[in-house]
């Protein structure tokens, strides 16, 4: 199995598909591969149909438990015997850390929470391929908001979303970090450069991946509306010029 079957179509699904399932159709002499969404439907309609669909849903169950591995509040626990979600914002995430406890935390939450999602990804990806990584990294950051170890009070998703990307889609991620760079240091609203970043990722995704999937297009709308809809609060806030800016004393 090459390097690139095992990234595009995971070694289970790969396994499963076995001789059952085409890699592709010949039109004129010429080998035309199927995008993952065919060969996935191709297999379901198996008698191992149900085990590829099993082994999907494992990728969410393991990485929503995963994601659930909520960093900021651990380590405001572990370190400073406080919860982070008590303080600033409430939320539970490395820009409220930065705030609460200091750059050096936010940094280590960040770092912390990027590996959830590369943990996530990259073993949803060895198992069930490209439709196993995206599965993977929606449900990380599911589970990073909506921690269940924590009554699912966690944070915004934001840097889940971002590291997922990296693994995901290197391309579209440095795209989308020269603009969130932009923003923020135009505007000094890291709220405003994670809201547009959403908005734009599905179109990027979109332009940059050549099997435009049914199953990867769905994630990346799904990730964008939920980092979005977290960020609801900021929206009103920077529509009421009541939003803190970097380097600026928290608004009571």
């Given at each position: ?11 289970l ?6 001789d059952?399932?085409?890699?592709g159709v ?129 944070g ?8 997922a ?8 991620f ?13 505007s ?27 199953i990867?297009t ?9 980092v ?8 009103k ?9 970097i ?6």
């Open positions: 199995m090459s390097f690139y079957e095992l990234r595009k179509f995971g070694y699904f790969t396994r499963l598909c076995g059952s399932v085409p890699y010949m039109i004129e002499d010429t080998l035309v591969p199927f995008n993952y969404d065919n060969r996935f439907i191709a297999l379901l309609e198996t008698e191992k149909g149900w085990i590829a669909g099993l082994a999907l849903l494992l990728c969410a169950v393991v990485s929503y438990l995963i994601g659930s591995l909520n960093f900021a509040v651990i380590l405001s626990r572990v370190f400073h015997h406080d919860d982070i979600r008590k303080h600033g914002s409430g939320n539970a995430g490395a820009t409220n850390m930065v705030r609460t406890y200091g750059r050096v935390w936010g940094v280590l939450t960040f770092v912390c929470d990027g590996l959830k999602a590369v943990v996530s990804v990259l073993g949803s990806m060895l198992l069930m391929g490209e439709g196993g990584a995206y599965i993977g990294a929606l449900f990380a950051i599911l589970g990073h908001i909506f921690p269940v170890y924590y009554k699912f009070q966690g915004k998703g934001v840097a889940v979303a971002s590291i990307i990296l693994c995901l889609n290197p391309l579209v440095v795209i989308l970090a020269v603009l969130f760079v932009v923003i923020v240091y135009v000094r609203y890291i709220s405003l450069g994670s809201v547009i970043c959403a908005f734009f990722y599905p179109m990027l995704l979109n332009a940059f991946n050549t099997d435009k999937g049914f990867s769905t994630v990346s709308v799904l990730v964008a509306v939920i979005i809809v977290m960020h609801r609060s900021n929206i806030r920077m529509m009421n010029r009541t939003e803190n800016k380097g600026q004393k928290e608004k009571k």
